[in-house]
Nanobody
Framework: QVQLVESGGGLVQAGGSLRISCAAS?????MGWFRQAPGKEREFVAH????????NYVDSVKGRFTISRDNAKKMVYLQMNSLKPEDTAVYYC????????????????WGQGTQVTVSA
């Protein structure tokens, strides 16, 4: 059973930065970050291949967010800069058995989420 545990969320002012982390029990999966704001559907944010050579982002975070991973530590990170109030959401990391994807149902394992709140 793959276990994923997010951490590092919190309250930050607009324009600020935050790094959230995901501790995984395995390292050889493509990983993704998704977010869900109140009353909205879960949204793709970024994904990274298992080796970390390729990444992909939703347009709204390109140039501001960076996904990375350290397979030796079994960690995945999301560095978030220039945060905006519309980035406020619960952020989830997820592991995919079939490779990186923007589709939530392609991910077999999910963490419990970490809250990120950006104040105006």
């Amino acid at each position: 059973q793959v276990q994923l545990v997010e951490s590092g969320g919190g309250l930050v002012q607009a324009g600020g930065s935050l790094r959230i982390s995901c501790a995984a029990s395995v390292a050889n999966y493509a990983m993704g970050w998704f977010r869900q704001a109140p009353g909205k559907e879960r949204e793709f944010v970024a994904h990274i291949t298992w080796a970390g050579f390729r990444t992909n982002y939703v347009d709204s975070v390109k140039g501001r967010f960076t996904i990375s991973r350290d397979n030796a530590k079994k960690m995945v990170y999301l560095q978030m800069n220039s945060l905006k109030p519309e980035d406020t959401a619960v952020y989830y990391c997820a592991a995919s058995l079939i490779g990186p994807s923007r589709i939530p149902t392609d991910y077999a394992y999910w963490g419990q989420g970490t809250q990120v709140t950006v104040s105006a």
